[in-house]
């Protein structure tokens, strides 16, 4: 089993740019692929990015590429979402994810097995 903590949220500026952590426990981590996702007020919960094992193969959602990017550091436990250009559209929780499936850039919620509880970004205009 993996536990999943996210950390690095908090309230920016539009424009503004924030790194998003998630530190997995356990020792099989590198086992996993990983994803980010993230629900606003009232809407459901949307894929974000998402990155295979090795970190080789990454996976976005079209209308964030360019802004955000996934990376991962299997030696310390840690997939890293950095956002840039923000904007007040961007404002949701955002969630870690893990993947069983090592080799998956999945966009699918239900390809994940393991979920942390969120950090709340929040972009003002």
């Known amino acids: 089993q993996v536990q999943l903590v996210e950390s690095g949220g908090g309230s920016v500026q539009a424009g503004g740019s924030l790194r998003l952590s998630c530190a997995a426990s356990g020792r099989t981590f590198s086992s996993y692929a990983m994803g980010w996702f993230r629900q606003a007020p009232e809407k459901e919960r949307e894929f974000v990015a998402a990155i295979s094992r090795s970190g080789g193969n990454t996976n976005y959602a079209d209308s964030l590429k360019g802004r955000f990017i996934i990376s991962r550091d299997n030696a310390k436990n840690t997939v890293y979402l950095q956002m840039t250009s923000l904007k007040p559209e961007d404002t949701a929780v955002y969630y870690c994810?893990?993947?069983?499936?090592?080799?998956?850039?999945?966009?699918?919620?239900?390809?994940?097995?393991?979920w942390g509880q969120g950090t709340q970004v929040t972009v003002s205009s």
């Open positions: 994810a893990a993947n069983r499936a090592a080799s998956s850039t999945s966009p699918y919620q239900a390809s994940y097995d393991y």
